[in-house]
């Protein structure tokens, strides 16, 4: 699907065009949600196998959270922190799959979640202080700094999109490559390598989140 644009028709007249990876991450959020509501009707007091992985899943990040955050509970954190995890997770999965590829593979992908992190952290750190003691953590120690301070905010979001843009991008390359020299057996190596490398990426990801939530929402002067 790489390259092909999809005219969609408007009903005035004309189209617009749709990029594949618009289409496919829809369809990867289409069916990760539909997969979400049926475990959800299965979810039972005596846990099952996946049921017992998911919850200890979000009781890790919650512990974690509440660390960080310095909170007694980090639950109002863990439904982002985790999707993020998910949607990443599902996006290295995607790419294994022929003539389909990860929508992290894209730059646009990874600027929108970048800056679902960015918005988000401020918008716990006001809600957590204030906006005049919130926005005042930025001229610490001293006002001069707060350009520097500001920036800071600024460059870890650029990190965050092109971290995870560049090494999902660098994967589906080298598959590429690969498929053209050996298509049989080095690709699949490459191919399970690559879940691994998505699994990781997902970590970092999340770890990040954790991290700039917890700097934003802790005592003043933390940041």
Do not use: C
């Not at 969609?8 to 007249?13: A, D, E, Q, R, Y």
């Not at 990781?200 to 934003?216: H, K, R, S």
């Amino acid at each position: 699907m790489m390259g092909i644009l999809v005219a969609v028709p408007l009903p005035g007249g004309g189209a617009f065009l749709i990029s594949p990876t618009v289409l496919e991450t829809t369809g990867m959020v289409g069916v990760v949600g539909l997969l979400g509501i049926l475990a959800g009707r299965r979810v039972q007091a005596r846990p099952s196998e996946w049921q017992a992985a998911i919850e200890w899943g979000y009781r890790y990040l919650e512990d974690l959270l509440s660390e960080v955050t310095e909170k007694e509970s980090g639950h109002r954190y863990v439904p982002l922190v985790a999707t993020l995890a998910v949607f990443i997770l599902s996006a290295a999965l995607m790419g294994t799959f022929p003539l389909l590829e990860a929508p992290t593979a894209n730059l646009n992908t990874t600027v929108a979640l970048a800056l679902v992190v960015f918005f988000a952290t401020h918008y716990f750190g006001i809600q957590e202080h204030g906006w005049i003691e919130y926005l005042r953590q930025f001229a610490e120690p001293s006002w001069i700094l707060a350009p520097i301070n500001v920036l800071g905010h600024i460059t870890r979001t650029v990190s965050l999109a092109i971290r995870l843009f560049a090494n999902m991008l660098s994967h589906q390359v080298i598959i590429a490559v690969l498929l053209l020299v050996a298509p049989l057996v080095i690709p699949v190596i490459f191919e399970l390598f690559g879940l691994f490398i998505g699994a990781l990426q997902a970590y970092i990801f999340t770890l990040l989140t954790i991290v700039y939530i917890g700097g934003a929402v802790r005592a003043q002067g933390a940041m």
